[in-house]
């Protein structure tokens, strides 16, 4: 198929990747514009902007589509469909109808759960015990349309958002070559009315660590929350960004040290598993314990 891809981060470069190893033909890839990034604060192009690049496909980077110029070069392009993963942008009915066979979108979520931004991190957070990957076909509201194919994936209690993300990054990938091939066959089932969840975007608000709260929120919040923007907390001034945790059963004040970087709760508590000091890369549990050390009874805020 004459394909129009839409998508921008690293989320999206596998199903670049399995579209061409597919053979289908990349008529464009679009995805957003370079932004200033890093110490120089140089304009750093989309993951999926350099893998394009490698591929040899044409790119475009509009900043919406309120020009009719970039609305009439997408239309120019003759594709039989658009598939569109973690673009960016909400876009309109001139994009939506342009494709002879519409846009198809890969939704990291079991739709109507977890529409919108970050259905990932929620989906941890909440405490889902499963979620998924939905190809939907995309209508004017925010991932409101029918769903044509889908897919689930447990979450356990060792889930982290980059396992997740790439592990649900993969499935969509394989998910929508397999839309493609049967597509002639497959049912368009309108998303139920009940269960509608929205994944708002992560603020940096949240990450902070309140030890008053169940061990099971903390440890979900501490997996959901890692890479960016990292739940985290004080100890003896210093910030400490946690990236791994399991729950333990021992209890204690909440923050309070139980052993080296067993943290109570109230009635549980939590192991760290790797954290992250001011100004420091990531370490295991293992490596900070060697140059730092948590006597029992001192705590974390």
């Known amino acids: 198929m004459k394909i129009i891809f839409m998508g921008s981060p690293d989320f999206s470069v596998p199903v670049l990747d399995a579209l061409v190893n597919a053979g289908h033909d990349i008529a464009c890839v679009y995805c957003q514009p370079p932004r200033p990034a890093g110490r120089g604060k140089k304009d ?65 979520s079991l739709l109507p759960r977890w529409r919108g931004a970050a259905p990932i991190h929620r989906a941890i957070l909440s405490g889902d015990k499963e979620t998924g990957v939905c190809i939907m076909q995309m209508d004017a509201g925010l991932d409101t349309g029918d769903v044509l194919l889908k897919d689930t ?28 091939e049967e597509l002639s066959s497959l049912k368009a089932t309108p998303q139920p009315e009940d ?21 099971e929120h903390i440890d979900r919040q501490i997996r959901a929350l ?6 985290w907390a004080l100890y003896k001034g210093e910030r400490f960004k946690f990236h791994n945790s399991k729950l333990r059963s021992q209890s204690g004040a909440a923050g309070e040290v139980i052993d080296g970087l067993q943290i109570a709760c109230g009635e549980k508590s939590i192991e760290i598993l790797s954290a992250q000091r001011e100004g420091k890369r990531a370490m295991s549990a293992e490596e900070i314990l060697k140059g730092l050390a948590f006597p029992p009874g001192s705590k974390f805020e």
């Open 226 to 231: 890692t890479p960016f923007p990292g739940a």
């Open 195 to 215: 269960g509608v969840t929205y994944a708002q975007k992560i603020d940096k608000s949240e990450a902070r660590i309140d030890w008053q709260q169940p061990a």
């Open 153 to 180: 994936i447990e979450i356990t209690a060792t889930t982290t958002t980059p396992r997740l993300h790439d592990d649900l990054s993969e499935m969509g990938a394989k998910l929508i070559v397999t839309a493609l």
């Open 44 to 108: 750093r192009p989309t993951a999926v902007h350099k893998r394009a690049d490698e591929l040899g496909l044409n790119v475009r980077h509009p900043k919406n589509f309120k020009a009719r110029e970039d609305i009439e070069d997408f239309h120019a392009l003759g594709a039989d469909i658009a598939v569109v993963v973690a673009y960016g942008l909400i876009l309109p009915q001139a994009i939506l109808d342009a494709p002879k066979q519409g846009c198809l979108n890969i939704h990291a």
